[in-house]
Structures are given as C-alpha cells and as structure tokens.
C-alpha cells in the first residue's frame, strides 16, 4: 500500500474566527498501481485532500502515511515525497518558468541529484511519453498552447519517476479533442508505466471511462468509495450533492422505464451500445 490517510481532518486559520472545516475524519487508502477518480462539488475538499496527500498541507488531525511512515514524522524527508507523490496542477502556469521545455523538465531529476546529462534523459523521456512533438523540446513553455503546456507540466513530474501521479483537473479548458487526448496519454502512462494515477474532475463522463475507483467528496467527508458502476449506482444521492452521473447513466434508466430491458449500470457509450443492442435483439425473438 503506498498512501493511507487514517482518521484525517483539516481546518484553515484554526482557532481564529475564520476557522473553516475542509476535511473531516477521511480514511482512505491508495494502492499501487491503482487508477482512483475523486469527484465532489466546489468546497467539497478535493484541493485539500490532494495537498495533504504529498505534503503540501499538515493534517490538523491523523496521520498521512506513505507505505506504513508518518510523513510528518520526524526525519521523514517530504521532498523525496514529492518526487514519489508527484502533483500537477490545475493551471500548468503554475509549474513552468523555466527559458525552455526542457529545461523545465530537467529541474525536477537535477533538484534529485542527477548531473545534466541523465536529468536531460529523464527529462526527454518523460516529454516523450506525454506525447510532446520534440521540436518543441526548445521553445518556450509560454508560448505552448494549453494542451501543451498540461503536457509539458506533466513532464515536469514525470521526469522524477514517481509512484503515484497526483492531476487536478488536467483536462480543464481544452477543447474536446484536447480533453481526449490529454485523458488518453494519462491512461498510456498508467498502463506503461504501472503507476498509481489520482484523477480530480468535474467531467463524469471522463471519470466513468478512466478510472477503476471512484471517491467522492461531500461536505469533507467521504460518501462513496466503489467502483464507477456502484457509485453511479446512486445517482439520486448524487444529485443532491450538487452531482451528477454520467448522461449514459440518465439515458439507461429511460429506456429501463419505457420497457427495454437494458443494463442502467452502463456508464459509458461502448457498454450502453452493447446493451442496447442485446436488448432489441431480444425483443425480436
């Protein structure tokens, strides 16, 4: 088990009149390898969670432990964290500033310790797996587009070889084809690279066709835990959280209500074609 968070909680400005509750006693724990959507509406604390899980933020209450250690515990070193619990965030804005692509990506494995040549390796690779065209190895990562400079952020973590990476909401403000191929090069990464993938989004639709695992945040709290199908499963209680389960789902109980007998767990278009399929056949017999 690489992450657990037991009996966590989180406060801003404690003890002040502008205390605020973000996190209330989550117990959650992240395997190896695993791929896990967290999905909650605004304030639910998603953007907490995710800094608490790679040391950004100190739990005002638990423990954040990575594979069995206190990373608040003394003589834990939380910047060999980072470099294992790898986040990218939002706005890519936030990560570049560097004269070039790759010298962005290099900081990371030369802030490891690395010498110039093996940093530029790694950082290379890593630009290569996100599917970055090498002749833009040199330009400027400002002058990226936005699915770019999400790549080129990406890289940035990648190139430090981590465990587990951490994305909050990469597919944000692209474009349809941009969103599916950012999604779709986070998934080859998963599957080439065997590592753990945290995937925060508003999108259902892209959380019920990557994930393996779906979390769901209300109020600070954990509300479900489960595979996408159960999740969905509860689209009524999603609703009331400001949430929603992908259209597919809402098309599947209509059909279910007007006779056809069609599987309303499909939660995505290849299942409910499947399904629907199967079900006029059968109508015809």
Known sequence: MSIELKHVSYRYSPGTVYEMRALEHIDLSIPDGQFIGI???????????????????????????????????????????????????????????EMDVLKDVC???KNQGL?????????RKALEHVGMPKELFGKSP?????????RAAIAGVLAMNPRILILDEPAAGLDPGGRDEILSQIAILHRTRKMAIVLVSHSMEDVARYVERIVVLNEGRVAFDDEPRKVFAHYKELERMGLAAPEITYVMHDL????????????????AKESILKALKGERR
């Open 39 to 97: 999905i909650g509406h605004t304030g639910s604390g998603k953007s907490t969670l995710i800094q608490l899980l790679n040391g950004l933020l100190k739990p005002s209450e638990g423990q954040v432990l990575y594979n069995g250690e206190d990373i608040w515990g003394e003589g834990f070193s939380r910047k060999k964290l980072r470099g294992q619990v790898g986040l990218v965030f939002q706005y890519p804005e936030h990560q570049l500033f």
């Open 115 to 123: 010498g110039q040549a093996e940093a530029e390796e790694q950082a």
């Open 107 to 109: 900081f990371g494995p």
């Open 142 to 150: 400002f002058e990226l587009s936005g699915g770019q400079k999400k």
């Open 256 to 271: 279910k209500a007007r006779g056809l007998q069609v599987d309303t767990g499909a939660i995505t278009i290849e299942e």
